[in-house]
Structures are given as structure tokens and as C-alpha cells.
């Protein structure tokens, strides 16, 4: 099992920053990549960006050159920097981790946390 606590949402003015934290517990060891989503009112969750162990990134192409993905895995946890901020990032967003153990592959989200981005 493996849990994950996000934190750093809130409001912000357009072109503003943020940065979000999701710290992981449990088994982490079996954790081979962590991202970002988010879920925007009345639409589906999508992906934001992604880390995997190795430290390849991906991005969605909404969110390239203002994003940015990190990771420290002494401490466990995922970061997204949060730059040049617009209105429509405003959402939900929800941290995951993939996690691969004993032959099962599953996947783990944490509870959420709001960010929006006035105008």
C-alpha cells in the first residue's frame, strides 16, 4: 500500500506560481513513476505531467515551458512547480503514483487539492 499527501493549492492571480507537494508513505520502494492530473469542472481528469524513477518527465503540451516536475526520492516526494499560471488551470489536482510490486501493477491517488487562478 501506498499513501500520498498533496499540498500547496490555492488561489492565485493570473500569471502567478504555485507549487504542490505530494509526499508518498508506505511502500514506496515499489513506486516506479509519480505525476500530476487534474480535473476541471465538468471535464475528465487528465495528465499534467509525469516522473518516472529515473528521472524521465513528461508533459502535456498545455502546460510545457510553464511547468515543472521534480522529485526527491530520499524524502518521498514529487513536486510541481507551477509558473506563468492562466485561468483555465483551474482545477483539481491529484497526485498519483504507479506503483509495481510482487508482479502487480497498481496505481494509488492522493485526496486532491484545488488550484485556481483568477483572471
Known amino acids: 500500500q501506498v499513501q500520498l499527501v498533496e499540498s500547496g493549492g490555492g488561489l492565485v492571480q493570473a ?24 480535473q476541471a469542472p465538468g471535464k475528465e481528469r487528465e495528465l499534467v505531467a509525469a516522473i518516472t524513477s529515473g528521472g524521465s518527465t513528461y508533459y502535456a503540451d498545455s502546460v510545457k515551458g510553464r511547468f515543472t516536475i521534480s522529485r526527491d526520492n530520499a524524502k518521498n516526494t514529487v513536486y510541481l512547480q507551477m509558473n506563468s499560471l492562466k485561468p483555465e488551470d483551474t482545477a483539481v489536482y491529484y497526485c498519483n503514483a504507479e506503483s509495481y510490486c510482487s508482479g502487480s501493477l497498481r496505481d494509488y491517488w492522493g485526496q486532491g487539492t484545488q488550484v485556481t487562478v483568477s483572471s
Open 15 to 38: 500569471g502567478g506560481s504555485l507549487r504542490l507537494s505530494c509526499a508518498a508513505s508506505g511502500d514506496t520502494i515499489c513506486i516506479s513513476a509519480m505525476g500530476w492530473y487534474r
